[in-house]
């Protein structure tokens, strides 16, 4: 495959978030090609190897390996998930051992985890930690902390979640707010009540900056056919981040940020000249507290952007502008990703790249009401990146809604501020059932 041309171009838009649902438009596009090809793709790369060595003080030898595991076990991950059912507790790794963590409740039978595991080779690997709570009695009481939580939410002050390696529901407090305030807020104090169990609440402190969250509308780089995730596309409104190419019925769809669909109209890419060329019309969208952050844009049958080559890939600015999709599955606490927009043009190696620190979190964009359920992740964010892919290796696991920026650090990141995304499986089921395409 030949590489393209690609012009950088940053241009700062604001865009203040509402909350609301969109109705999905069914504009149809032409048929997806009978065969997607491109050029193999390293399992790990060097921009995850340099980011992962800066975050966890490792050499390249271990950070190969931690992160070659991690791509190993991708699949384990969901299989666990479904063969538990009601008794999963989650699935997380420890990037200080360098091991998976599947949560065991008391009574869970462990022998189709066990043999998960061992038919993909990962028992030496793997523990099987014993913990109190299932995940849907974490999600219960994390609904009624939702609601504890909802005045210091609406001041972009605290953030809710669930962290599997302790078993709790996670509140995110600002430095500012008070101890009467943060102990209010849990009156059975490191308990909460969920129907009739007990779920643990772990209440951290952080810089109130940290949890000021913004959508990242803006303007990102330029390339020329194939459209490709991390490029900027932009209507009349707002300007964001392509994420994902997506395919229904014969159809083409482009998955990125729902508030970014939100404000309707027709979206355009741009050439590497600079010659902008539509895409089609804004699709479904959804931007609330019961989906989260995820929309479509319908490919339009007449699009430039369609031709007999259109390959799923992603530009990974600076380091592979054909770095194709192989697949699609949910992240999971300790995972290692990188998201590709705006940010990922920061000369400093790795600086989109971060780890998964919380899932089922619910971040408040001033003035809506707070959005989720999203992912959080330790990568800097910034305008421009909404709706970008995050990605493990070669396979899409989300798409950017938001983060923490605005900081004085290099190009305006904030330390310990978080990137927030939508799962990309969740988004595409919640879209109507649209499939994620992929080079094989």
């Given at each position: ?20 649902v969109g109705i999905a438009s069914t504009a149809a596009a032409d048929s997806v090609p009978a065969q997607l090809t491109a050029t193999s793709q390293p399992t790990v790369t060097a921009t995850e190897i340099a980011g992962y060595q800066r975050d966890f003080a490792v050499d390249a030898a271990t950070a190969t390996a931690h992160l070659e595991l991690q791509a190993r076990g991708r699949p384990m991950v969901d299989a666990v998930r479904t063969a538990q059912g009601d008794d999963y507790a989650g699935v997380w790794f420890d990037n200080q051992e360098g091991r998976f963590k599947v949560g065991m409740v008391p009574g869970a039978d462990p022998a189709p985890v066990q043999a998960i ?324």
């Open positions: 495959m030949v590489a393209r041309n690609c012009r950088i171009c940053l241009v700062v838009l604001a865009l203040v978030a509402l909350a609301g595991l061992a038919a993909d080779d990962l028992t030496d690997e793997t523990d099987l930690v014993p913990v109190d709570n299932t995940w849907s009695q974490l999600q219960a009481a994390e609904s009624g902390l939702l609601r504890s939580t909802s005045d210091l939410m609406a001041q972009r002050k605290a953030r809710v979640g669930i962290d599997p390696t302790t078993n709790s529901v996670l509140i995110e407090v600002a430095d500012g707010v008070s101890d009467a305030t943060v102990s209010a807020l849990t009156p059975g104090g490191t308990r909460a009540a969920a129907s009739s169990d007990d779920v643990n609440v772990e209440v951290r402190r952080k810089p109130a900056a940290a949890l000021a969250v913004q959508t990242t509308a803006c303007s990102a780089p330029d390339c020329d056919r194939p459209l490709r995730g991390g490029v900027r596309i932009q209507n009349t409104v707002d300007g964001c981040s392509m994420g994902a190419l997506t395919t229904r019925g014969g159809s083409y769809y482009i998955m990125t940020a729902g508030h970014c669909v939100r404000t309707g109209g027709t979206w355009t890419a741009f050439t590497s000249a600079g010659t902008p060329e539509d895409i089609g019309s804004a699709g479904g969208w959804l931007f609330d507290g019961t989906y989260g952050d995820i929309g479509a844009i319908n490919v339009s049958s007449s699009s430039y952007w369609i031709y007999a080559g259109w390959v799923p890939e992603t530009a990974a600015w600076n380091v592979d502008l054909d770095h194709g999709t192989t697949g699609s599955a949910y992240s999971y606490v300790g995972e290692f990703t990188c998201h590709f927009g705006q940010s990922t043009l920061n000369p400093l190696s790795g600086a989109a790249c971060g780890t998964t620190t919380a899932v089922s979190t619910y971040g408040n964009y001033a003035p809506s009401s707070y959005v989720g359920p999203l992912s959080e992740n330790t990568a800097c964010v910034l305008p421009g990146d909404s709706g970008g892919t995050v990605e493990d290796g070669n396979t899409v696991v989300g798409i950017v809604s938001g983060g923490s920026f605005g900081g004085t650090g290099p190009y305006y990141c904030i330390s310990g501020g978080v990137m927030l995304y939508e799962e990309a499986p969740s988004g595409a089921a919640w879209l109507g059932g649209l499939t994620i395409a992929t080079i094989f």
